[in-house]
């Protein structure tokens, strides 16, 4: 349990912050990348602060300044997207023709430069959007990994397409050829993460990209402004800053997007897709919203169940699309899982995000602070009670976790994403109304069931696989490992992420064909024996 004084007090004075934690100047961003250069930025600026306050001699806190970046318009925008259009070239531009093997040499080169800088970058993840310094660290090296993980699979992809096929007389190559310009987008909770989980496929593919950094999280792409410029020829990416309900809009109208690649809400892509003018051109690879559930039958292990809904709930303060957000447990168990669940949220770290292990940090935005609030109130309102001690104080960006319970059909948090702290806790004893909830969900992305009955776990699966793309027994959601398919269901999830599959959704298969005639085979021998393409060949990547 946490007071508010005590909330208060976990804010630490500017000297008491780790001398390799701080940030020694704030970093005024002027610099935006656009066709392979730096261009100074003169107009507009937002100041960005960290969530993260700092007190001073009479107690009174202030959130610490990070620096400011650019608020562009939609001139920049277009100068942006009129480099890429000018980079891609109706896929004449050189990056698109380009052989597989030098596309991965320039993100090696790529990973290289960030590489260098990961304390700089992890510093920033830490203090732009409150994550703690462990998964600061875990989110820089994931991403680093799933990095090299995708050139693996490219070069396995491209040496299986690295021969001729011949069927009922007609010679053929089939391999992948990039779809256009992608405009990648990113959410702020995995801001490292999940925007390079769509931005190094569809570059490493030969497309070229238009890039808008989240809202949180902007800073954090200063250090790697340099390796993008000098890793990849002028016009592949470029960089698109200001207000995303502006500049995101006036790119898609103007029809020259040919794939969308958010990772966000569902009634944003909405809107952007039906901003696109020819939305048969446009390809959507979307992640989307969530409300997964936990069912927890009578016969679960109350320990194990409430280590992994605790992680899964309450993981970087449960701002996570995979994250536990609604628990049904049987009524059977109800009140030992909701005891042994409130001891166990009591003994949670919470405190500033250097500090060795803690779980719950500042929230990135005041607003999220509003809603969690509104979504307390509105549940007390109508029947609930937050049954933990401290449940929902709040100083600042501090958010003590509040649990919900009984938690019914009328309340916000029954259907609405919470995407923070706050866990909804209703019971069942028919099977029905768990999987009901499930069935009637907007969202299908994941479920996790706790059991031990085999019979009992065995037909859940056969329903709920149905209904949601990754069913998990006796254990968290969650994303990983990233070589598994990321996807959902309904307005979960369009298009599938994974290190395979997101190869395949920024490419499409592209075959050369002839008849099988000695004509033929003189021509492509000619053509691959003189390296004279880089589609018709038989190179093989080691």
């Known amino acids: 349990m946490k007071t508010v004084a005590q909330l208060a007090s976990l804010f630490p004075r500017a000297e008491q912050i780790p001398a390799d934690c701080r940030i020694l100047a704030p970093i005024h961003q002027r610099a935006i990348l656009i066709n392979g250069e730096m261009r100074i930025w003169k107009g ?7 969530p993260v306050c700092v007190s001073d001699d009479d107690g009174r806190l202030s959130h610490v300044e990070l620096g400011s970046v650019p608020v562009t318009g939609t001139a920049e925008a277009d100068a942006a997207l009129a480099a890429a259009v000018a980079a891609y070239d109706h896929g004449r531009g050189d990056w698109p023709n380009l052989s597989v093997a030098q596309r991965i040499a320039c993100v090696v080169d790529f990973t290289g430069q960030i590489v260098a800088r990961r304390r700089e970058i992890v510093n920033l993840i830490m203090w732009e ?18 990095i090299r993980a995708t050139i693996e699979e490219l070069k396995r992809l491209d040496n299986s397409n690295s021969r001729f096929e011949i069927v009922d007389g007609t010679i053929a190559q089939i391999r992948r050829s990039p779809v256009g310009i992608a405009l990648c987008m990113g959410p702020y909770n995995y801001p490292m993460n999940e925007t390079f989980s769509t931005l190094i496929p569809a570059l490493i593919m030969g497309n070229v990209v238009l890039f808008k950094p989240p809202r949180f999280g902007v800073l954090l792409y200063y250090p790697m402004l340099e ?19 502006v500049v995101v809009p ?19 892509a909405d809107q952007l897709k039906k901003s696109h ?21 009578p016969d679960a292990d109350i320990e194990l169940t409430v280590k992994e809904c605790i992680t899964g709930a309450l993981s970087f ?19 030992t899982f909701l005891r042994r669940f409130c001891e166990e949220v009591a003994r949670l770290a919470i405190g500033m995000p250097w500090e060795p292990g803690v779980m719950l940090t500042p929230l990135p935005e005041m607003e999220m602070v509003a809603y969690m609030n509104e979504c307390i109130a509105d549940a007390v309102g109508k029947g609930a009670r937050v049954i933990n001690p401290g449940g929902g104080a709040t100083v600042e960006t501090l958010f003590y976790p509040a649990v919900l319970f009984p938690v019914s059909e009328g309340m916000k948090l029954y259907r609405e994403e919470q995407f923070g702290p706050i866990i909804p806790v209703a019971t069942f004893e028919d099977i029905e109304t768990p999987l009901d909830y499930v069935i009637t969900s907007d969202h299908g992305q994941q479920v996790a069931i706790f059991g031990s009955d085999p019979g009992q776990i065995a037909s859940l699966v056969d329903t709920l696989v149905n209904q949601v793309c990754r069913v ?50 003189r021509l492509l021998d000619a053509i691959v024996l003189g390296n004279k393409s880089n589609f018709i060949n038989t190179h093989f990547i080691l």
């Open 250 to 268: 006036h790119i898609m109208g103007s029809g020259k997007v040919n794939v969308l690649a958010l990772i966000g809400s569902s009634e944003v």
């Open 129 to 146: 959007i409150g994550k703690s310094q462990a998964d600061s660290q875990k989110e820089f090296d994931r991403t680093i990994d799933y």
């Open 227 to 245: 390796a993008f410029r000098s890793a990849f020829p002028p016009g592949v990416i470029n960089i698109v800053y200001g207000q995303g309900h």
């Open 317 to 335: 303060n449960g701002q996570r699309c995979t994250a536990i957000k609604m628990i049904l447990v049987h009524q059977s168990i109800a009140e």
């Open 277 to 297: 003018p020819k939305t048969n051109r446009l390809r959507a690879i979307l992640g989307l919203g969530a409300k997964n559930a936990a069912i927890i039958m």
């Open 44 to 50: 507009e600026t937002r100041a960005v602060h960290s």
């Open 472 to 521: 998990n027994i006796n254990c968290q959601c969650q994303r990983g490992p990233d070589v598994f398919p990321f996807v959902g269901r309904k307005d979960s999830a369009e298009g599938t992420l994974s290190v395979h599959d997101a190869l395949r959704a920024f490419s499409i298969r592209t075959m050369v064909a002839a008849k099988q005639t000695e004509a033929s085979k």
